[in-house]
């Protein structure tokens, strides 16, 4: 949803590989969850927020981005990140007054996006099979 | 109990146990983390070109977000996604392209309810969850985090 500096670091190789194997774990676990468990995939899609959430909190998600690029920044926990990162900032730089207004400063965009191409197609398209 | 069974009940017991199927655990994991880690890949490729072309990283990092939204509502609109999630199950739910598939595909089941309590108001019924509990903890988390810096 948005990938803050670092994920362009000249060597794309280390780059790649970072984001397949980042990427991959998170995603595996979300995968055994849902399998080990009688939870659903949106379950296991809130648990993965809230973690992102919580691990932001403690400043643990944003190294983990600085590292993995697109491997963390892809995933959903990092839904979680952005938002807490927005509201974060906004209350850095309003005081507790910008508790409200900053949850969707940074995952805003991907948001609105999902949200008008869903109106599109969904209009558009038919469901198959 | 177990010692009074005939030979054709042992017999049968060993040919049913042959049969009940292993629980795919290990196989939905790799299947998971190589669906995943590509589309992880894949997003750091455009994540890579916009900067090539001079963009700054947070504006590169967004223009990907929507990027991957834009190829994740665009393949489940054409039916693609739903066959790469039987294979990669949370490797393709996981990452925000699923979350566009969330999106779209329930916009298009639904139409048919109409598009004001039909589409519009279905189409976020698992990004709807994923929304709610993500503002709620951010805004916990954002706090906590605001707190334990100062």
Redesign the interface.
Known sequence: ????????RGD?KI??LL??????????I???????TKLT??H???I???TG??L????LYEPLVELA???A????????YV??????E???SKGIGG??S??FN??G???A???F???I????????? | MMAQRTKAQQNYQRIAQKHIPKPPIFRNSCNAFLVGGLICVIAQAINNLFLSRGLSPSEAGAFTAITMVFLGALLTALGLYDKLAKIGGAGSAVPITGFANTIVSAAMDFRSEGYVLGMAAQMYKIAGPVITYGVVSAIIAGVVKWILVH
């Open positions: 949803m948005y990938l803050p500096c670092c994920c362009y794309l780059d790649y984001a397949f194997v980042v990427g991959g774990i998170i995603v595996t979300g995968q055994l969850i849902f399998d080990l995939m949106g296991v899609m809130v993965l927020v809230v959430s919580a932001t909190a403690v400043g690029g697109a491997g920044a892809i995933p959903v926990s990092n839904f979680g938002l807490t990162q927005g509201v974060y906004s209350l850095l508790v409200w900053g949850v940074l995952a965009g991907a948001i996006a999902a949200i191409f869903g109106f197609f969904g209009i558009i398209c038919r469901p198959k099979g």
